[in-house]
């Protein structure tokens, strides 16, 4: 029911840490649940609430193993009172053959803040055969500056696809 790629990527089933599915580093001053809200698909839409910490964000991910081709991430997103100095972006990765360093990026979205309604978002990137052998998808801050963020607010997500292109 929730197979596809990324797993789970309509967040209606239950956020559980393991090793096929989202993986999210619990910090202070982050509030991470699949919830329902106003306007998402489905039952339930990914939350995050930020209470002004400063560091950058970069705890919410999956770990995807995608064969050498072409593909197209796309998603909705609703920012709700989200303040940042650079925002959120989802970024996708190589991982090296220890699957413990991240190698070069494959690509990434644009960078979200602010305040809006539902909508699509979408970016394309590429697999080599010598990029990686797994994927790194990862929710994180758009660092400007010395490297800190006082970002408060929310944002959601919901219908994350990746497709073939």
């Not at 970024?91 to 305040?115: A, D, H, P, W």
């Not at 990862?138 to 219908?159: A, C, T």
Request: charged residues 25%; glycine residues 12%.
């Amino acid at each position: 029911k929730y197979m596809g790629q990324p797993y789970n990527g309509g967040f209606e089933a239950p956020l559980t840490q393991s090793a096929f599915g989202w993986n999210f580093n619990k910090i202070s001053g982050v509030l991470v649940e699949a919830e329902h809200t106003f306007g998402n698909q489905g039952q339930r839409a990914l939350h995050f609430v930020f209470q002004g910490e400063n560091r950058p964000y970069k705890h919410f991910y999956q770990t995807l193993f995608l064969a050498p081709a072409r593909y197209r991430l796309t998603g909705t997103v609703r920012p709700d009172s989200l303040i940042s100095t650079g925002g959120l972006r989802w970024q996708i990765r190589g991982l090296t053959s220890s699957r413990e360093q991240f190698g070069e990026s494959l690509g990434k979205s644009e960078r979200f803040l602010g305040v809006g309604q539902w909508r699509r978002f979408n970016f394309e990137f590429e697999i080599l055969d010598s990029n990686c052998e797994a994927q790194d998808l990862r929710l994180e801050s758009e660092v400007k500056g010395r490297g800190n963020d006082n970002m408060s607010g929310e944002i959601w997500f919901d219908s994350i696809v990746i497709e073939r292109i």
